[in-house]
């Protein structure tokens, strides 16, 4: 079974521009979130989606941050215009909705340093 | 949601058994306890979870006391390779809780 995939791997952009990143969940997983990990620190929740919808994005910045799931399937996390302070990794995941216990899967991770 | 408590980093020695700790004082009767290990470079990945007593998989054991209000993982015969971070989560088990709050983790150094 293929694992939560992310692109681009690194990115390296100057401040002020777009960048946007690319999620694709475990098959089946209707659960999706995106978590931002700076250095040293564990990773803090942006957004959850339940399917295509929106069900927790208390933490989303959203001046500059915008995500969608548009088909409830991949998904994407646009920053706009980015920041320096925005250099860290930025973590998709996914789960199962039902049940107890949900594992939550992780992919790689999207590196982002803006110079 | 629950906050967790661990050490902030450990060392061992390779082919001894680690045991790293969490604290979850506040944890609630839905919460299961969950653990993560992070290589650099590398997502989390899911190590263990259990929700009361002892969990083992191929990978670790998980103790939990009767209070639930701590838990303890336990990696046999460490080696190189087990340095990482570890994380330990609560959360809960139905839809609205099946989000995880991550602390700053256990960073393991194994050496030779």
């Known amino acids: 079974e293929a694992g939560v995939v992310q692109s681009p791997r690194y990115k390296i952009i100057e401040k002020k521009q777009p960048v946007a990143f690319w999620c694709n969940p475990i098959?089946?997983?209707?659960?999706l979130y995106w978590y931002l990990q700076n250095l040293g620190q564990g990773p803090e929740l942006l957004i959850r989606y339940e399917n295509e919808e929106a069900v927790d994005d208390s933490q989303l910045p959203k001046d500059r941050f915008s995500a969608e799931r548009l088909k409830g399937v991949d998904s994407t996390l646009k920053i706009q215009p980015a920041e320096l302070g925005d250099s860290a990794v930025y973590l998709c995941a996914s789960s199962r909705s039902q049940g107890t216990g949900n594992t939550i899967y992780f992919g790689e991770g999207s590196w982002l340093t803006v110079v | 949601l629950a906050k967790t408590t661990q050490p902030i980093s450990m060392d061992s020695y390779e082919g001894q058994e680690v045991n790293i700790t969490c604290s979850h004082n506040?944890?609630?009767?839905?919460?299961?306890i969950t653990w993560y290990q992070q290589f650099p470079s590398q997502g989390p990945r899911f190590i263990i979870q259990?929700?009361?007593t002892k969990v083992t998989n191929e990978v670790a054991s998980l103790f939990i006391p009767a209070d639930r209000k701590s838990s303890t993982l336990s990696l046999p015969r460490v080696s190189l390779s087990d340095t990482a971070v570890y994380y330990c989560l609560v959360g809960a088990s139905n839809n609205a809780g099946n989000m995880l709050t991550f602390g700053g983790g256990t960073r393991l150094m194994v050496k030779p």
């Open positions: 506040n944890i609630a009767t839905n919460d299961y």
């Open positions: 259990g929700y009361k």
């Open positions: 098959s089946g997983h209707n659960t």
